[in-house]
């Protein structure tokens, strides 16, 4: 069965400090995205990576990087976390196009103190 | 600017009627048509999609809608059922290219 698995459903950090968030999948899937979802914004696009130390920006990649140092993992850095990063942050992962259903994990919500 | 626009953030029908739920895109490159249902503490799943080479797509009580001219998409469940109650987003990528957007969502609640 299909798997995106996020290391930590719920973290509480304080302002300024270094936050990793961790995504790894089963699929064997080329394309890992991360989005952030917020009230009436829906989810909005970080960044995204379609191979191994490949990255793209995503519509809103400010305060954050990435790192996909092996196929299945896909890290989020904030390198110093703000109170206007607390949202719930969804990894995703698809095969490659043409039509790549994205599927999701279940999400890391962090609040920023 | 979101290129993926969901204009109705909550929608409420009765159980057994139909629910329909739009979406709009200003992106002309976009040429693939996605659905993602998502429950709370859970994340989004793939509902139904649809491509541009087609106007409606179909499976079971889910068909999808699009009309390409008017950059307009629908979701139509029907009959819709308590357990549909969800968070629906509209999504959509270029053909051939993964760099999905979505839009803000919409709250279905299916009264009993």
């Known amino acids: 069965d299909v798997k995106v698995t996020q290391s930590s459903r719920y973290l509480v950090k304080r302002t300024g400090e270094k936050v990793f968030l961790e995504c790894v999948q089963d699929?064997?899937?080329?394309?890992m995205f991360w989005y952030r979802q917020d009230p009436g914004l829906g989810l909005r696009l970080i960044y995204f990576?379609?191979?191994?130390?490949?990255?793209e920006k995503g519509d809103i990649p400010e305060g954050y990087s990435v790192s996909r140092e092996k196929k299945e993992r896909f890290s989020l850095i904030l390198e110093s976390a703000s109170t206007n990063q607390t949202s719930m942050y969804l990894c995703?992962?698809?095969?490659?196009?043409?039509?790549?259903?994205?599927?999701f994990g279940e999400g890391s919500r962090l609040t920023v103190l | 600017d979101q290129q993926v626009k969901q204009n109705s953030p909550s929608l409420s029908v009765q159980e057994g009627r139909i629910s329909i739920l739009n979406c709009d895109y200003t992106?002309?490159?976009?040429?693939?048509f996605l659905w993602y249902k998502k429950y709370p503490a859970e994340g989004p799943t793939f509902l139904i999609s649809?491509?541009?080479?087609?106007d409606k797509n179909e499976d079971g009580r889910f068909t999808v809608f699009l009309n390409k001219s008017a950059k307009h998409l629908s979701l139509h469940i029907v009959p819709s059922q308590p357990g549909d109650s969800a968070v629906y987003f509209c999504?959509?990528?270029?053909?051939?290219?993964?760099?999905?957007?979505f839009g803000a969502g919409t709250r279905l609640t299916v009264k009993p």
């Open positions: 699929m064997d899937h080329e394309n």
């Open positions: 649809i491509s541009s080479i087609k």
């Open positions: 999504a959509a990528s270029p053909y051939n290219n993964n760099d999905m957007r």
């Open positions: 995703a992962s698809s095969l490659t196009a043409p039509t790549g259903e994205l599927f």
């Open positions: 990576s379609y191979d191994v130390k490949m990255k």
């Open positions: 992106n002309s490159m976009f040429d693939y």
